[in-house]
């Protein structure tokens, strides 16, 4: 039988559309897939750091936002021995996870060189191509020595509400040391010639029982080491004291609040929530100020106190506040008051750099010197400020004038002392005897 030309050409059309149709199709198809598939897993492996021991916890945070995580492996390999030290598989083809693990104690690696490698799939279909998978290699270097601590004994007695010092050196580069008092860590700061310094302090709310200092330190690959410190805690009997709180301090004080207690209605209750909140928000950001500090001392002597003024209130007073004979509140004032002429010049206690200069809740307009290694001088209630943010002073620079901006019912200088961010007794360092005996002989040895 014989095929007509047209016939043939006809057939021939039907083949090659029918081709071009699938092919069209599984590219449709593949093109469907890839973008079901989405892109391969997202991984993120901390700590960066290179270096590692039996104690630093890994963290590895994947992601895969359309296919769904499949598995995770996690080997570690050394001088040719390969361990898997986390393998985990997603039957819910979960979007994203975050796993945390070290290397096994019982591995039994030594220090040097160790390889971490990961791997995580997801549920890609077109997985046989290599899709829907992502790897990354962190090379570590093991450390298991801990640093070694020498510390120099320093400040002997500590005073409840009071500061010490000590110094110390570290056997190895440490990524955090400082001086560990029950919740509160104070840093220390590594001097030119190498030894590290650190104030710490006892809290005024610490018994003297409670006061077991301790030197701390931890290296990049997380090896602790922490040495006791012999120090004597001296307990202090803090003053109880009454406030009355008229309403005529309630009227002309607290329109400096309204703005931030809009729903609040009365003076009175805008006054309870600056005097707990606030007061709360403002000692908190008294930690973060004390970040911002100079690694070397700034300051010498004994530090100023406000010149021919009277104490009205001491650091440590219990302060239950009564409004209309009724007990609305209970708290610590952390200062002490002086009280001059109204609009007194105040000098700089000591020398230093301006760290704030602002409105400061219940502080009103307020100046905080650094004196370098987070110890820092309070100003507060001020009528006015003439020193700007970060400006260098030098104890006896007038950084403004008294006054009775913020809690303040008549015109005084509330005077503090950080240490670290926690407020402590000031009189201790208006005193050149116990600077010389509890501070500068430490830090001359
Ligand atoms: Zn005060």
Redesign the pocket.
């Known amino acids: 039988m014989k095929i007509h030309p047209a016939e043939k050409k006809s057939s021939g059309m039907f083949m090659r559309a029918l081709i071009t149709t699938t092919l069209v199709a599984l590219l449709a198809l593949v093109v469907v897939i890839f973008l079901r598939d989405g892109g391969a897993p997202v991984l993120k492996l901390t700590p960066k750091s290179d270096s590692a021991s039996y104690t630093t916890v890994f963290t590895l945070t994947m992601n895969s936002s359309r296919a769904g995580l499949k598995d995770c492996v996690v080997i570690a390999a050394q001088d040719g021995k390969r361990l898997e030290v986390l393998h985990k598989n997603f039957p819910d083809k979960q979007l994203e996870h975050t796993e945390t693990f070290r290397l096994p104690r019982e591995a039994g690696f030594k220090e040097g060189p160790l390889e971490l490698s990961v791997v995580v799939r997801d549920n890609a279909l077109l997985s046989f191509i290599g899709r829907g998978k992502s790897s990354l290699v962190q090379n570590l270097t093991l450390d298991f020595s801990p640093p070694r601590l020498s510390v120099t004994p320093g400040t002997h007695n500590v005073n409840q509400g009071g500061s010490g010092v000590v110094s110390y050196t570290v056997s190895k580069p440490v990524e955090k040391t400082g001086v560990v008092v029950g919740q509160h860590f104070f840093q220390a700061y590594q001097q030119p010639g190498g030894e590290w310094v650190c104030y710490f302090a006892m809290p005024h709310t610490m018994q003297p029982a409670e006061f077991k200092p301790k030197v701390f330190a931890s290296d990049k690959a997380d090896n602790e080491a922490a040495v006791s410190l012999n120090v004597l805690a001296i307990p202090k009997p803090f003053k109880a004291d009454k406030l009355n709180i008229p309403d005529e301090f309630l009227n002309s004080k607290m329109s400096q609040y309204t703005a931030l207690y809009p729903t609040e209605k009365t003076p009175l209750d805008i006054y309870k929530r600056v005097n707990t909140e606030l007061r709360k928000q403002n000692e908190a950001q008294l930690f973060k100020v004390a970040q911002n500090t100079s690694p070397t001392p700034l300051w010498s002597g004994p530090f100023l106190r406000l010149p021919n003024s009277a104490g009205?209130?001491n650091f440590g007073d219990q302060r239950d506040y009564f409004y209309q004979g009724e007990k609305i509140d209970h708290q610590t004032?952390?200062?002490?008051?002086l009280a001059s002429v109204a609009n007194a010049p105040v000098p700089a206690a000591n020398s230093g750099r301006i760290v704030m200069a602002e409105f400061f809740g219940i502080y009103g307009n307020c100046v905080i010197i650094d004196h370098g290694l987070g110890l820092q001088s309070l100003y507060?209630?001020l009528d006015e400020i003439s020193v700007a943010m970060n400006a260098v002073v030098k104890k006896g620079d007038v950084i403004g004038k008294t006054g009775t901006t913020g809690l303040?019912g008549g015109d005084?200088l509330?005077f503090g002392m950080v240490v670290g961010g926690l407020q402590v007794s000031p009189i201790e360092w208006w005193d050149a005897h116990w600077i010389e005996d509890n501070i500068l002989t430490h830090l001359k040895k």
């Open positions: 009205r209130a004032h952390m200062g002490v008051d507060s209630h303040a005084h509330h």
